[in-house]
């Protein structure tokens, strides 16, 4: 080969190889973007995994310009919001008709994107339960909305354009106190617990699909209305980690759909798993009451036998019964219904402090920064720091009926009260 030609054939190599660098730095770049937004989305009840964290750098006191905007919603309910992409979703019932409207905002501005609305049979409820209690789920391609009516338990995905993907109707719904569950997501599945009356399941339905791919009858017979978390011990596989009264907490292998285990953790008196789930690490914390009974958090850990778990602590006074607990760092952030708020060792469950905040609250506690945030019935937004001294650092009325909890996500977090939504914003996203 002459000296000229090999020189060529050198320089399309480097030049090769070069290009092959670029578009391997180009994609790698690309999916960090992608983490990068999903991390900032809010996909389920309570946000990623159902942990309460989220990424805005929202003040503790507010002032007009963090007010970014509030809107009349097309119908009331207790259901939070959840965010991907801009976009704000959340489902919304008529009291009177029993009519069932989905709807998707522009997260900028409050603007109506599309909504749908389904007819209905109303249906007796809890007098703090509503027809809208349910909070949908979101990724990428499409949401999943599902509320349930004595006829039967309605599950249905849209794609972000407001098309119907599918329906499921996973038969009828058994619960005095009406339906309020959330449905979870997990690899490819969509995942619903219906503890209820009689007839109760833990279901697994395809997302691209809506078809069952696995369901676990449930000897519950109560209505309980915890949405479930997914937990992955230390060297084992991702489990649904779903509470009620009478079963205690369960885990089930999220992609099998097989029991591993279960523990009764809680009293014979009649209770109700109305708080949910949250893992962080090894440690999984849940919460069951009733109003003038018994209450309990507990905290759970690994067992010495493999697939087994054990308990680590647990606390049966000034506890949650319909919030639910957060785990911040080694700390646990309890939220009474009575405003008594504890913050306790994560491992031990030793009481760092514990103060009471003014109102009655049905809202889970959310964190973002060095901030928690709790909304009280009558819609008053009390800031906390999330800190091992008790500090209230700010307190922001909407003076209105308020049973939902906030989503944090795109540097704003949202407010569902009984009619409207509130946009609230800070100055730019920080890590929690």
């Known amino acids: 080969m002459s000296g000229a030609r090999k020189y060529c054939v050198e320089r399309r190599a480097a030049l090769s190889c070069k290009a092959s660098m670029f578009s391997r730095i180009f994609v790698a770049v690309l999916g960090l973007c992608s983490l990068a937004a999903t991390a900032?989305?809010?996909?389920?009840f309570r946000g990623p995994n159902g942990s309460g964290f989220g990424k805005a750098d929202i003040p503790a006191q507010w002032?007009?310009?963090?007010?970014?905007w509030s809107i009349k919603l097309p119908g009331v309910g207790h259901?939070?919001?959840?965010?991907w992409g801009g976009r704000v979703f959340l489902l919304?019932?008529?009291?009177?008709?029993g009519q069932r409207t989905v709807l998707?905002?522009?997260?900028?501005?409050?603007?109506?994107?599309?909504?749908?609305?389904?007819?209905?049979?109303?249906n007796k409820h809890h007098k703090f339960n509503s027809m809208a209690s349910s909070t949908p789920a979101v990724d990428a391609e499409r949401i999943y909305f599902t509320w349930g009516t004595p006829q039967k338990l309605t599950?249905?995905?849209?794609?972000?354009?407001?098309?119907?993907?599918?329906?499921?109707?996973?038969?009828?719904v058994q619960r005095s106190h009406g339906f309020g569950c959330s449905p979870i997501l997990h690899d490819d599945l969509v995942i619903l617990s219906n503890d209820q009356e009689s007839d109760g399941h833990l279901f697994a339905l395809d997302r691209a699909t809506g078809k069952v791919r696995w369901k676990l009858p449930r000897a519950e017979n109560h209505s309980n209305y915890s949405t479930p978390c997914i937990y992955t011990p230390p060297g084992g596989k991702p489990q649904v980690v779903v509470v009620s009264w009478r079963l205690g907490a369960t885990g089930v292998d999220a992609a099998s759909g097989k029991q591993l285990w279960q523990m009764p953790l809680f009293a014979t008196k009649q209770e109700r798993a109305i708080g949910s789930p949250s893992a962080s690490g090894e440690y999984v914390i849940v919460n069951c009451a009733f109003t003038a009974g018994p209450k309990h958090v507990v905290v759970l850990k690994p067992g010495q036998t493999p697939g087994t778990m054990q308990e680590a602590w647990r606390q049966e006074k000034a506890v949650p019964?319909?919030?639910?607990?957060?785990?911040?760092g080694d700390r646990a952030y309890l939220w009474g219904d009575d405003g008594v708020v504890t913050c306790a060792k994560l491992a031990t469950g030793e009481i760092v402090w514990q103060e009471r905040v003014e109102g009655t609250f049905f809202s889970s506690p959310v964190c973002t920064g060095d901030k928690i945030f709790s909304v009280d019935k009558s819609g008053k937004v009390f800031a906390i720091a999330a800190?091992?001294?008790?500090?209230?650092?700010?307190?922001?009325?909407?003076?209105?009926?308020?049973?939902?909890?906030?989503a944090i996500a795109g540097g704003r977090m949202f407010v569902r009260t009984w009619e409207n939504l509130h946009c609230i914003g800070g100055t730019s996203s920080v890590s929690p």
Request: one cysteine or more; proline letters at 8%.
């Open 40 to 44: 900032d989305e809010w996909p389920r």
């Open 63 to 68: 002032t007009d310009a963090n007010r970014k």
């Open 79 to 83: 259901g939070s919001p959840v965010v």
């Open 92 to 97: 919304c019932g008529n009291e009177s008709t």
């Open 104 to 122: 998707c905002l522009n997260a900028a501005d409050g603007r109506t994107l599309w909504q749908q609305n389904f007819a209905a049979l109303a």
């Open 155 to 172: 599950v249905i995905a849209f794609t972000h354009d407001g098309k119907t993907a599918w329906e499921a109707d996973l038969g009828p």
């Open 321 to 328: 019964h319909i919030p639910s607990p957060l785990l911040v």
């Open 387 to 406: 800190a091992d001294k008790f500090q209230l650092l700010g307190t922001n009325p909407l003076n209105d009926l308020c049973q939902s909890t906030p």
